[in-house]
C-alpha cells in the first residue's frame, strides 16, 4: 500500500474541501484532497455563486479566471405565484461590486478553485480517490485509508477533515450520528429547453401545493420541481402524460436532507459543510456556507497548523470552528424548515388572478421588505467570514 504523510489530509473535493485545501496551501501548510470522482463534472449539487463566495473569488484574485468562465449573473428575479409576476428579489440592493447572484455550473467553479490550489506547492489533489476509512492511533484519528485505481492509499495527517458531503463515510466511520430534522419534500431534478423568446430572470414558479425552480443554463433550463417527500413513485405510476414525454429520460429525485451534528469534531478529525450539516436547497445557500465553513477553518487552523501542530491546540481549534459556525447553520436551517413548512402547505391558490385588493394590499407592504431581505438572506447567510488572514 501506497504511504503518504501531509500535514492536513481533507476528504471530499466538493466546495468545502477544495476551498479549504487552496486556503491551507495558500498558507504554506501542507494539504491533500482525496476525491473520489475522476471529475468535478456532476450535476444536481447546485450552480448558485454567491455574493459572500464572490467577495472570496475578489480576495484570492480569483476574478479574471472567474468571469473568463460561462457565467450568469442575476441582479433581479422574479417569482410567478399561480400566473402572477412579481419582482421578489433585487440583488442590487447589495453593496457593489459583488451585488448579483450568479450561476456557474459548479464544476467550472471547483476546477478555478482547484487550479489555483495548484500554483501552491504545498497542495495535493488526488482525483478517483475514494476514501473507506480512518485510521486511528491510540483513539486519536491519525489519518485514512482509501481505494484508487492505481491501488490502496493510506495518508498519515495531524488533521483529517471530512467534507465529504452529506452522506460521509467519515462520519459514518467515526460513529458520528447527525440529529435529523424532518424534510417533508424532495425535488425532481430535470431538463427543458430553454424558450426561443427570451424572457425575465425567474426563480421559481409556485402554485397552490407545486414549486418549480428554475435555473437557465446554455440551451436549457434546470429545473427543480419540490414534491412532497416519497411520492416520487406515485407520481410516476400516475404515468402523467405530457410531464413523462418532455422529461421522462432526464428526470431524477434528489432527495432533501436537513440535518446536523451535535459534535463537529473528534480528537484529529474535523468535520465541516454537508458533512457536519446538511443543508436543503432552500435559498440555494449549501454551497456558500460548506465555503463559509472552509474560509473560517482556514483562519482558525492555520496559525495552529503552521506551528508543531500539537496536537491539543488542533482540537481546540476544531471546538473554535465549531463555536463559530454553528450558530450561523442552525438559524439558517431554521429559516429552511419555515420554508418547507409552507411549500408542503396542502394545494390551495395562493393569489387570485387579478389579486384582491386585500392581496395587493399585502403585496405592497410585503415585497419591498422581500426585495431587499431575501438577496441579504441568500447572498450572505448569517456571519459571513471574510479572507482577511
Ligand atoms: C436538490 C439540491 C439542490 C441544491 N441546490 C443548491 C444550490 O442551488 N445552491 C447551493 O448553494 N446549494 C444547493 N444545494 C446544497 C449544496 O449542494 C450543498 O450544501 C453543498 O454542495 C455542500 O458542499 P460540500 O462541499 O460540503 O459537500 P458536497 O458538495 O456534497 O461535496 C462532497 C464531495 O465529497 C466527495 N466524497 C464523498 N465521499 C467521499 C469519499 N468516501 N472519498 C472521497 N471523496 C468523497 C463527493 O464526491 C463530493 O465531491 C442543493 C442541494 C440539493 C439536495
Known sequence: METI???????GGGPAGVMLGLLLARDGIDVVVLEKHDDFFRDFRGDTVHPSTLNIIDALGLRAGFDAIDHKPLRQLDVVVDGIRLHAVDFTTLPPP???????PQWDLLDLFADAGRQH???GLRMGTDVTDVVRTNGRVTGVVARSRDGDLRVDADLVVAADGRGSTIRDALRLEPAVNGVPIDVLWFRLPAPEVPMPDTLAWVTGGTMLVTILRPGYFQCGMIVAKDSFDGIRAAGIEAFRERVAGVVKLLSVQLNHLPEWWV?????????AHAMSPAFGVGINYAIQDAVAAARILVPVLRGDADPAAIDRACAALQRRRSGPTLLMQGIQRVVHRAINRRPRRI??????RRERRVLRIVLPIARRLLPRLAGYGFRPE????
Open 5 to 11: 504523510r501531509t500535514r492536513v489530509c481533507v476528504v
Open 351 to 356: 393569489l387570485h388572478s387579478p389579486p384582491t
Open 98 to 104: 459583488n451585488d448579483s447572484l450568479t450561476l456557474m
Open 121 to 123: 506547492p504545498s497542495f
Open 386 to 389: 471574510r479572507l482577511d488572514f
Open 267 to 275: 480528537p484529529g478529525a474535523l468535520l465541516i459543510g454537508d458533512a
